[in-house]
Structure formats: C-alpha cells, structure tokens
C-alpha cells in the first residue's frame, strides 16, 4: 500500500512537472470546471427527451439517477470514510490550479459522476460512445493535471 500512495504522488508530481504550460493550463482548468457541463448536459438531456420518446425519457432519469448516485456515494460516503487529504495539501511539489476546499481527495466526485453519464451514453446511444469515454476520461485527467486529485482516486472514482 505504501508503494501505491509513493507511486500516486510520483505520477501527480510527474504531470504537474513535464506536462505544465499555458496553453493546457487554461485548457484544464477550464475544463475541470463542472459549471462548464451543466448547459450541455441540460441541452443534451432535451435532445433525448425531444428526440428519444418514451425511452428518451428513461435514458434522461437514469443519467439524472447516476449522477445523484455517483455523486453522493463518492462524496457523501467514501470520501468522509477514507478522508484522504488532497495532493495540493499534502505534497509540496504540487500546486492547485483552481480554488480548492478542504474536503477529502478519495473518490474523485468528477471522475465517478463523468464515468457514471459516459457509460449511459455508452449503453444507450452507441454513435456518442468514444466522444462520451473521451469527455470523461478528459474530465478525469484534469482532475490530476489541476492538482487537486491523486491517480488513484481517479481510478477509484471511474470505477465508482
């Protein structure tokens, strides 16, 4: 377990070290930002209830049920179980691109709500699957790249 949470700060350290630059900078940070999908996720969601009938409409309360779900098992239950502390505060090496609250580190909350929707999309609407994985995997990276998520608790929250 030990090699493990030494590997996490090497591999958070690593991306923070060789990947840093403007450019992908404000492409993370823009991107880690949940705000930025509520308008999407809402047009999409009005896509598929306008376009989809009835089974538009189960597609639309099962990716709202995910990301309740997600989102409250990742932040409700784990996190406060594990209460790991974020990479932001616990490595020196690693600074924080965006405003970050105390709260703990493991799950990550976007990974698992972004996983949770990808594989909706995934099941459901078969032409969005790769753009669905991508966003999400995306989303997820981000997450490490900004500093506020070790790998592991990406992992842990793709698979939540």
Known sequence: MEALVRLDGEIIVWVQSALR??????FFTTLTNGRLFVGPLLALA???????????????????????????????????LVGRTRPC???AEVEALVRQARSA?????????????????????PRWRWAALALA??????????GVHYPSDVLAGAAL
């Open 105 to 125: 580190s493991f799950p990550s909350s976007h990974a698992a709500n972004s996983f949770g929707v990808a594989t909706l999309l995934w099941l459901g609407f």
């Open 21 to 26: 630059g403007p450019w992908l900078d404000a």
């Open 46 to 80: 009005l896509l598929i209830l306008w376009r989809g009938g009835a089974a538009g409409r189960w597609w639309v309360l099962a990716m709202a049920v995910a990301i309740l779900l997600t989102d409250q098992l990742s932040s409700a239950v784990v996190k406060p």
């Open 89 to 91: 505060f616990a490595v």
């Open 137 to 146: 995997s995306l989303v997820s990276f981000s997450r490490i790249y900004v």
